[in-house]
């Protein structure tokens, strides 16, 4: 059935329908396609042309997400630090209130 779409004409008279070969038909393919040739490489040259500016972007936001990266990694350590220093103090407080209430009792 799907098939059935793709089969050959039975008789002559379906080709005889269709329009005869035309050689300017191909001729404007072949100029659309020189001029679509000649607009690629005039891309093609403003892409290269602007390369460097895109590295230079591109390295400008790599070195500052290194920074960022840095700056949270430091700041991480920094909290952690002050969470171990307030778990000794409040350790070291537990414990001298701890002391006071056994002394008192």
Do not use: C
Not at 30 to 39: D, F, H, K, S
Not at 77 to 84: R, T
């Amino acid at each position: 059935m799907l098939l059935a779409r793709f089969d050959r004409p039975a008789s002559d008279t379906a080709r005889g329908e269709s329009r005869p070969f035309d050689v300017t038909e191909y001729t404007e393919a072949l100029r659309v396609m020189g001029e679509t040739a000649q607009q690629l490489q005039i891309l093609l040259g403003q892409a290269d042309g602007k390369m460097p500016a895109l590295n230079q972007a591109s390295e400008r936001a790599t070195g500052q997400l290194v920074s960022l990266v840095d700056h949270v990694y430091w700041r991480l350590v920094q909290l952690i630090l002050v969470l171990v220093a307030a778990g000794v103090v409040g350790a070291l407080g537990y414990r001298a209130v701890v002391r006071r209430i056994r002394y008192d009792s």
